[in-house]
């Protein structure tokens, strides 16, 4: 080990296929890999607009530091988009993050010391894995069916040891795409209080949902303040503003303050205002409709294409929003294995093995529908699916039986 570097560097492993991905970025290469959302859909104009009217209205104010909360304004914009989703919350219970990435990070902060228990979805987002395996947290992945997360298997977690809290992303699940029904957003709320489980319930993709109805979150059920919710700017607006937000009670609010002073004393004020103006000014009810729309089209060009090709023995997530779907194959299959294949053959994905914090998962893949578009898809899913089955053919013709 190197002496020079701290304890926990020595868990903070790279993903293995890191460096592999660096690869998709290749303009050559169809990919179904990054979790990007389309560039070509971000509102360039208004945003334009909206940067103009705070330079000319704020001029040289636009620059200075602002307090760590984030600035009154958006936080209030954000409490009236809060109440639509269903989770009543004063201003002074949100929290504006430079990301829902820094949200991960804080909590974090604020919650884990090294050794803790935390329960996860399995398989789950693998860059919350990498926030809180930064604070050398122990994982313990909870049995997770279609319809997302089991309650029963949390509560009997709760109940043999100590954790400190749940990860759970309710809506469109990254990687799988999958959803927790309303029944087990109850239950979750009410495990929550009954065994003093914090909830951190990240939720980016609520907003892009294509198809069926709008549940409500796990927060809006939370009446003891178990539940913290956090969501972001990203998928709705744009990721390079790096912006989004907590909700929690003020007791833990106050924690998240003091921690995201001594990380970067708050969010970039130029850019809190500009999204705010561009909230205040614009239509961006419109532009997530424009999103979904776009999406939702891709999606179904996705599910078509796999349909089409794929070889028998695979299956896939059937997702009603978000960004990703979430392909099987046979037990036994492995998609690290065809990974150097469809590069060459230039598609690309992520192998599911790395969002499954106990290991396992090799026979998935994860796929992101919002980043080509239709036609790119069917050429990228007709590719990847000959991939798969020579793949097939060839452990077939080693193994016979
Ligand atoms: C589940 C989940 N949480 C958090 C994030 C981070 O979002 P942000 O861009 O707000 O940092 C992502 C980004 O893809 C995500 O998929």
Known sequence: MDTRFANRMSVMKPSSIRELLKMTDRPDIISFAGGLPAPELFPVEDIKLAAERVLVECGSKAFQYGITEGILPLREQ???DMKTRGIDCAKDEILITTGSQQGLDLLGKIFLDPGDVILTENPTYLAAIQAFQCFQANFCPVPTDDNGIIPEAVDDLAAKRKVRFLYVISNFQNPTGRTLNLERRKKLAEIAERRNLVIIEDDPYGRLRYRGDHLPPIKSFDSSGHVVYLS???????????TGWIVASRDILDKLVVAKQAADLHTSSFDQLVLERYLRDFDNHAHVERVRKAYGERYTVMDESLERHMP??????????????????????????????????????????????????????????SNADPANIRTGIARLAEICSSALTEEEAKDPA
């Open 78 to 80: 954000i409490s009236r």
């Open 232 to 242: 972001t700017f990203s998928k709705t607006v744009a990721p390079g503003f790096r």
């Open 312 to 369: 028998q023995g695979f299956s896939w997530t059937r997702p009603e929003g978000g960004m990703f779907l979430w392909v099987s194959g046979p037990h036994g299959f492995d998609t690290y294995a065809i990974f150097r294949k469809a590069i060459e053959n230039k598609v690309a994905f992520v192998p599911g093995a790395d969002f499954f914090p106990g290991g396992g998962g090799h026979n998935n893949m994860r796929l992101n529908f």
